[in-house]
């Protein structure tokens, strides 16, 4: 016999669990990065292997990847307690950088003029897969 479900929040629960996203995720909000330099790096990882894909950012000079390198650990060590699979199985499936607020600073310049400073910042995600 099929159980009733008594509240909303049940109901709610239940639909969530079936529609969840069974892939390995990460997310760094608010990173003191331009979303085009973190582009940047993020493209040449994306498909890349877990190994190789640290690989590539341990050895990259620009300032994004260590961001990146930090978001994409936190996401293999999602897949590997939150999710139990296999970390040697895993690829990047996804990345991506999204353009986050903007700060807006003022310099002063000569003869009582002020130039604007935009200072970006930048939504990073990864979503990892496994090899099928």
Same mark, same amino acid.
């Given at each position: 016999?099929? &159980?009733?479900?008594?509240?909303?929040?049940?109901?709610? =629960?239940? =639909?969530?669990? +079936?529609?969840?996203?069974?892939?390995?995720?990460?997310?760094?909000?608010?990173?003191?990065?331009?979303?085009?330099?973190?582009?940047?790096?993020?493209?040449?990882?994306?498909?890349?292997?877990?190994? &190789?894909?640290?690989?590539?950012? !341990?050895?990259?000079?620009?300032?994004?990847? &260590?961001?990146? +390198?930090?978001?994409? %650990?936190?996401?293999?060590?999602? !897949? +590997?307690?939150?999710?139990?699979?296999?970390?040697?199985?895993?690829?990047?499936? +996804?990345?991506?950088?999204?353009?986050?607020?903007?700060?807006?600073?003022?310099?002063?310049?000569?003869?009582? =003029?002020?130039?604007r400073i935009? %200072? %970006?910042? !930048?939504?990073?995600s990864?979503y990892?897969?496994? %090899?099928k």
């Amino acid at each position: 016999m099929e &159980e009733k479900i008594k509240s909303r929040s049940q109901i709610k =629960r239940k =639909r969530n669990e +079936e529609h969840k996203d069974r892939r390995a995720q990460a997310h760094a909000k608010y990173v003191r990065v331009s979303d085009s330099k973190a582009r940047i790096v993020l493209n040449q990882i994306k498909g890349k292997s877990v190994g &190789e894909a640290m690989g590539i950012l !341990a050895y990259s000079p620009r300032y994004a990847a &260590e961001i990146i +390198e930090k978001v994409l %650990k936190s996401a293999v060590a999602n !897949a +590997e307690n939150n999710l139990e699979l296999d970390v040697n199985s895993l690829y990047v499936a +996804e990345a991506i950088a999204n353009q986050g607020p903007t700060l807006k600073r003022i310099r002063p310049r000569a003869q009582g =003029r002020a130039y604007r400073i935009n %200072k %970006k910042t !930048a939504h990073i995600s990864i979503y990892l897969d496994v %090899k099928k």
